[in-house]
């Protein structure tokens, strides 16, 4: 039902930047019918609202990097990415995506490749999400930025995830994320995951998101 109504997209293009090797400035949209970026809602719709990214990289078999936009406090969704490319092109347009929602928390996953996270930092970027993590020599409780999805931490986030498919399925607007999230399966083990063939990108960036 949720396909059959769901919106199609106010923007998809991408972003444009000057860069100087060494920060981001006059970061602006682009329209492009074929770009990999797709906006549901613009910033400050409504005013005074704050945005969350979740992000996941290519990797255990999958070519796509992804990020979902949420809003923070209505877990509405109102942009997504996904698209094939390098680390450092990918990293940027997480970046540019940020800025543009109002310094938005990112969050990615820290799994496979670190290099966006590690990015983010040295650009400068300022609202990463943080875990604790325990210096085994030291003893000492640190911080370290992305998520760390593990035994622990999967199926908190899927389970969520889950519960928000299954009763708020009208703050999904993105087509091709509810599409591949109704492919989503339970294997023999009893494990959520894409059936083989497949990815599940979009299901862990959204998750992370949530």
Not at 7 to 30: A, E, S
Not at 103 to 114: G, K, M, P, Q
Request: aromatic share 10%; hydrophobic share 30%.
């Amino acid at each position: 039902e949720r396909l059959d109504k769901i919106p199609k997209p106010l923007r998809v293009g991408y972003f444009l930047y000057d860069y100087d090797g060494m920060n981001i400035t006059n970061i602006r949209w682009h329209d492009d019918r074929n770009g990999f970026i797709r906006i549901y809602q613009v910033p400050n719709v409504p005013e005074h609202t704050n945005y969350c990214i979740g992000g996941d990289t290519a990797g255990e078999g999958s070519d796509y990097f992804t990020a979902h936009v949420l809003d923070a406090r209505t877990g509405i969704h109102v942009a997504a990415l996904k698209n094939q490319f390098d680390p450092d092109l990918y990293t940027k347009q997480v970046y540019c995506l940020g800025k543009w929602y109002k310094d938005a928390l990112i969050a990615i996953e820290a799994n496979f490749d670190s290099y966006p996270i590690r990015e983010l930092q040295r650009l400068g970027y300022s609202n990463q999400y943080a875990r604790e993590q325990l210096d085994s020599y030291t003893g000492k409780m640190d911080k370290k930025f992305g998520f760390r999805t593990t035994t622990l931490t999967r199926p908190t986030i899927i389970s969520n995830l889950i519960q928000i498919v299954r009763e708020h399925t009208d703050t999904i607007n993105d087509k091709d994320t509810l599409e591949e999230l109704l492919t989503i399966v339970r294997n023999e083990k009893g494990r959520i995951e894409a059936p083989e063939g497949s990815h599940d990108d979009n299901m862990m960036g959204l998750a992370i998101a949530h």
